[in-house]
């Protein structure tokens, strides 16, 4: 799988970015999705992942209903919806594939993309 996210920028906070992925190369519907997070000198993190179907999606409690994950099986793609972004959500964003259920382990996934720049400005 083929992953490209897109949809990145700079935002002033309390504002809004929706992130989309694109997938390509093998079924899209047979993967569980995630989406990531790394700030600089940070770790990567977990922010939301998503079933193969589209249901059950879980936050991280960073989350705090601000974010909604989403995806569309026919047009390959997940979509990550934020609202009332914070400063401290500036960090690259990533999604990533796993071929069954999607986990807030990072090493679980099979397939990432490279990632879509947030800023969030005071």
């Known amino acids: 799988v083929q992953l490209q996210a897109s949809g990145g920028g700079l935002v002033q906070a309390g504002g809004s970015l929706r992130l989309s992925c694109a997938a390509s190369?093998?079924?899209?519907?047979?993967?569980?999705m995630g989406w990531f997070r790394q700030a600089p000198g940070k770790e990567r993190e977990f922010v939301v992942g998503?079933?193969?179907?589209?249901?059950?999606?879980y936050y991280a409690g960073f989350v705090e209903g601000r974010f909604t994950i989403s995806r569309d099986n026919a047009k390959n793609t997940v979509y990550l919806q934020m609202n009332s972004l914070k400063p401290e959500d500036t960090a690259v964003y990533y999604c990533?594939?796993?071929?069954?259920?999607?986990?807030?382990?990072?090493?679980?996934?099979?397939?990432w993309g490279q990632g879509t720049q947030v800023t969030v400005s005071s």
């Open positions: 998503i079933s193969m179907s589209g249901g059950r999606p």
């Open positions: 990533a594939a796993a071929r069954s259920w999607y986990s807030t382990n990072w090493s679980v996934y099979d397939y």
């Open positions: 190369g093998r079924t899209f519907a047979n993967y569980g």
